[in-house]
């Protein structure tokens, strides 16, 4: 457990030009990716305690930022 969340550049190194181009000329990418950051510190509250989760809601937000990650992850691919 880190005591700082990634940031989804951290998560795709090499790509940060390509998710700022993403996040200020896809909408949908830059919805998507807000969303993805919100719940990253939704999880980093949980992970340190600072947020009371109960397992299941934590992993369940986890399952989520994963869904996330990856359709981003096909929009830098060019899946979109």
Request: proline share 4%.
């Amino acid at each position: 457990m880190s005591s700082n969340p990634n940031d989804l550049a951290s998560d795709f190194p090499g790509r940060e030009e390509e998710i700022h181009r993403l996040k200020t000329s896809n909408n949908r990418f830059a919805r998507l990716y807000d969303e993805y950051d919100e719940l990253n510190r939704s999880i980093h509250r949980v992970e340190t305690r600072v947020e009371p989760s109960t397992e299941d809601v934590e992993e369940e937000m986890k399952r989520r930022r994963v869904r996330l990650k990856d359709e981003m992850m096909a929009m830098l691919d060019g899946g979109d």
